[in-house]
């Protein structure tokens, strides 16, 4: 079952901040946050992840609350091209030194002109 | 590079029939993974690989096979289709030494009737 929960849809005006909010209220101490998205018909597109510490790439920024329950995925100048479903992902060590991602049903961020 | 390709993109296949879903990667990465993306849904896991010769299950299995004979291929196989078979399937691979980025294929849309 999914560990996230997130809005179905936002939208935001192109050259803004993209602010899409995740709740993941039962993430335990050792398991990661991690953002994809997903543009229309292709495969997911890894973003960013955390577990922590906010976190910054070319891509966007991911902002973990102290307590660990909810973050906030940042895309800082939205253009047309990043209209996607965006996913809040906890991801689960497995015992063989892997892990699995727990996708949630994502959020359809539409960024308008 | 071509990345991880998928074959075919899209199918139709009739209640009982089986086939096989290929999966090829061209960057030498250790773990592979296919995933089963339902309508407005996220992913779910249904079978990982950890290198040439090693399979898992993961958190939806029933219906599928799997086999890694090389590096390189991980095709999914499908005995006796059923409609909740129905669905897109994605396929990813993750080097070894960066394992938090999966690189996902372009998908293949499959329909069960």
């Known amino acids: 079952d999914a560990k996230t929960t997130q809005p179905p849809s936002m939208d935001c005006a192109e050259g803004r901040a993209a602010n899409l909010p995740c709740n993941h209220s039962?993430?335990?101490?050792?398991?990661?946050v991690y953002w994809y998205r997903q543009i229309h018909s292709q495969g997911p597109q890894y973003i960013i992840h955390?577990?922590?510490?906010?976190e910054t790439n070319e891509m966007a920024s991911l902002i973990i609350t102290e307590d660990r329950k909810s973050s906030t995925l940042i895309l800082p100048h939205a253009t047309l091209r990043d209209t996607a479903v965006y996913y809040c992902?906890?991801?689960?060590?497995?015992?063989?030194?892997?892990?699995?991602?727990?996708w949630g049903a994502g959020t359809k961020l539409i960024i308008k002109p | 590079n071509a990345g991880v390709t998928q074959t075919p993109k899209f199918r139709i296949l009739k209640i009982g029939q089986s086939m096989t879903l290929q999966c090829t990667q061209d960057m030498n990465h250790n773990y592979m993974y296919w995933y089963r993306q339902d309508p407005g849904m996220g992913l779910k896991l249904i079978y990982y690989s950890v290198g040439a010769g090693i399979t898992d299950k993961g958190e939806v299995p029933n219906g599928y096979n799997v086999s890694r004979s090389t590096t390189e291929d991980f095709p999914l196989r499908l005995e006796l289709a059923a409609p909740s078979q129905t669905s897109v399937y994605f396929c990813a691979s993750t080097p070894w030494e960066a394992k938090n980025i999966q690189y996902f294929g372009a998908g293949t849309r499959l329909s069960v009737l």
């Open positions: 955390g577990l922590k510490n906010n």
């Open positions: 992902i906890v991801r689960v060590d497995l015992m063989d030194s892997n892990y699995q991602l727990i």
């Open positions: 039962t993430i335990s101490g050792n398991e990661y």
